[in-house]
């Protein structure tokens, strides 16, 4: 689950982690009070999407007066605010943050991560902050500096004192960031984090060491261990697909292609997706309907893959274990009358009763395709889903 950047900075105040001090505003009204209560000349209007360069769309602007701050926030709020990580299609601002000004003397990077190749998880630092990490990764990578953290150990002085090190850091610069480390390793660890990111972490003026952003993830499979947290989701800005999807317990996510996914078991429908482009094909989802694919939960994914305009077929692939091909095929025919499929449907059902399955589909007055193998059947969808031309 990803949370606003000043959402961020109010848990990383909670940890003792150095923030500027900065009010959310949904309205021009509260952007003006906001700016009152710093009661500074200079303050930042800051666009609060879930997407990083922020920026360079427009979407971060200094501001010197209250006259500024409420034009600013005039221009950026209900701005549509594209970005790199926006797609073309840009997103809608919805609410700012109002941040009091910072002198800055540098800007650096830092994040933490789950590393699984080394099963550790790593703390980054880098002296290009304001830089997109990824480009530094690709260009410079030597720049990023790791130190990986034993889960059961955590995270210690002596690699906070490396890394500071290492970004040029010294005197009372080494025990600021130290501490700022410190802290920001307990927020990712006991929040359940999945990723947490400051972009830029800055060394003011004062040689004091503060986040300057905050980009924040939390693993949606701890959120019982936090269930406050929650309070924090912004629906809004989650794909109404995968936001459906999360209201019927499935896993979906949304691609670029135009062969719709329906398939139980993660790593099957990882499968299936690859052997889509294999065939020539591009998949326009990753949708995993678990255990069950009875016809409630059949229907269900059709209406999260038919909301996606892109999808010209779609490729029922389900193994049946525990539950029956019989009994798949029976939740898919049931599920056909119930929602209006207007595109093809390729289905491939193998494990206990699946020639009992074939039968049922190839009796049934709906038109299925029925494929004999995921080969057959990843043909099948891809041929559909072009019109014949692969």
């Known amino acids: 689950m990803k949370i606003h950047e000043y959402q ?76 790199h990580q926006t797609g073309s299609e840009g997103k809608e601002v919805q609410r700012l943050l109002i941040e009091e000004g910072v002198n800055i003397q540098r800007e650096l990077y830092a994040g933490i991560v789950l590393d699984r190749a080394a099963r550790q998880y790593v703390f980054m630092v880098s002296t290009e902050g304001g830089v997109e990490i990824e480009k530094v990764a690709a260009e410079t990578p030597e720049k990023i500096i790791k130190e990986w953290i034993n889960p059961e150990n955590g995270f210690t002085e002596k690699q906070g004192e490396k890394l500071a090190v290492k970004l040029g850091l010294a005197n009372g610069q080494i025990s600021s960031a130290v501490d700022i480390f410190t802290s920001l390793w307990n927020v990712f660890s006991e929040l359940n984090c999945s990723l947490l990111e400051i972009n830029p972490l800055v060394v003011t003026s004062q040689e004091q060491v503060i986040a300057l952003d905050a980009k924040m993830n939390l693993d949606s499979n701890g959120l019982f261990r936090h269930k406050e947290l929650l309070e924090l989701r912004d629906k809004s800005e989650e794909d109404p697909a995968e ?59 059709f209406k999260i893959i038919l909301s996606d305009p892109n999808v010209k077929s779609i490729l029922i692939n389900i193994f049946g274990g525990i539950v029956r091909c019989d009994r798949v095929a029976q939740g898919v025919i049931h599920a056909m009358d119930t929602v209006n499929v207007t595109i093809p449907v390729v289905v491939r059902l193998e494990g206990t009763n699946a020639k009992e399955a074939a039968e049922l589909l190839n009796n049934s007055s709906l038109e299925f395709l029925v494929a004999t193998s995921l080969q057959d059947a990843a043909e099948k969808a891809v041929s559909a889903a072009t019109g014949g031309h692969q």
Do not use: W
């Open 243 to 301: 936001l459906l999807a999360s209201q019927y317990n499935l896993n979906y996510i949304n691609l670029d292609g135009n062969v719709g996914c329906m398939v139980n078991g993660a790593g099957l429908a990882m499968a299936t997706m690859d052997i889509i482009k294999l065939t020539g094909g591009e998949p326009a989802n990753f949708l995993d309907v678990g255990g069950v694919a009875n016809a409630e939960t059949v229907a269900n994914g």
């Open 8 to 83: 961020a900075k109010d848990l990383f105040r909670s940890y003792g982690v150095t923030v500027p001090e900065g009010y959310p505003a949904f309205s021009v009204k509260e952007a003006l009070e906001a700016y009152d209560k710093l009661n500074t000349e200079t303050v930042v209007v800051k666009a609060q999407i879930h997407a990083g360069g922020r920026g360079k769309g427009g979407g971060v602007k200094l501001a010197h007066s209250r006259l500024e701050v409420e034009e600013l926030t005039n221009k950026i709020l209900g701005m549509n605010l594209v970005t």
